[in-house]
């Protein structure tokens, strides 16, 4: 797991995991979440501080998951994880919000 606490998290991308039943994701389960069948929708939060439309993604994620019930499960990457998760994704060595 991410080397991250649930505390060093926002509130509200807490109750993502905690209430919404999102799943934490790091480095090494990424990978094993997006393979599994069906849909995935992979959160990529940063510091809320600097990139405010992270709490809004946080706050419409479970509306949208609501809206569609069983339609895609979510993952939620802490920056920790995100950042090396992105760029193995895009295949970019760095890119400013990854």
Partial sequence: ???????????????????????????????AFVARPGHALLFFTEDPARFREVLDLAVVLPELAAAFPGRFRIGVLPPRAARPCCRAIASVAGRPSC
């Fill in 1 to 31: 797991m991410s080397q991250m606490l649930a505390t060093d998290l926002h509130p509200l991308i807490e109750q993502l995991l905690s209430r919404h039943g999102c799943e934490r994701l790091d480095e090494t389960s990424h990978d």
